[in-house]
């Protein structure tokens, strides 16, 4: 069984402009180290990827493997769930939750729990887990930041 670890991290942006980073899957590789390719192969009618590609490449960790994505009708919430296991993966299921403060800046949770195919001792596998959600809230800040509005 996957146990959930949850960060969260402030970024200096409406969450509006943080969601359009989110779901913007095909620059992943322009701004998230581990990520080698992005490809959205299914999307919903409101043009919302609901199924993508992933092919990562963190070192001892490499995995191509699909999520399936749903949204918050005000895309305040941004959920996935593996779509099949991987060849690192039994399973998988995250979510962001943006919240707008009063100051204009965003308050971005992100929740994870993964069920490797491979064993891992458990403290060796918070750890992990610690490292990635670490890399994926501060890369996100960073893209977010340094990106503008107008993209």
């Known amino acids: 069984m996957a146990d959930t670890s949850t960060q969260s991290i402030v970024i200096a942006a409406a969450p509006d402009r943080v969601a359009a980073v989110i779901c913007d899957f ?3 590789p322009e701004w998230a180290d581990a990520v080698r390719r992005a490809e959205v192969i299914e999307e919903y009618e409101d043009g919302y990827a609901s199924q993508v590609r992933f092919t990562l490449d963190a070192g001892v960790l490499a995995d191509e493997y699909v999520l399936v994505y749903s949204y918050a009708e005000d895309v305040s919430r941004i959920e996935w769930h ?6 690192m993966q039994k399973s998988q299921q995250g979510s962001y939750d943006i919240v707008g403060n009063p100051d204009g800046t965003s308050t971005v949770t992100y929740t994870l729990a993964v069920e490797l195919s491979v064993g891992m001792l458990g403290m060796f596998r918070r750890k992990a887990e610690k490292m990635i959600m670490d890399a994926a809230l501060k890369q996100l800040k960073h893209r977010v930041e340094t990106t503008g509005a107008t993209q």
């Open 82 to 87: 593996l779509a099949a296991p991987s060849k």
């Open 26 to 28: 095909a620059s992943y």
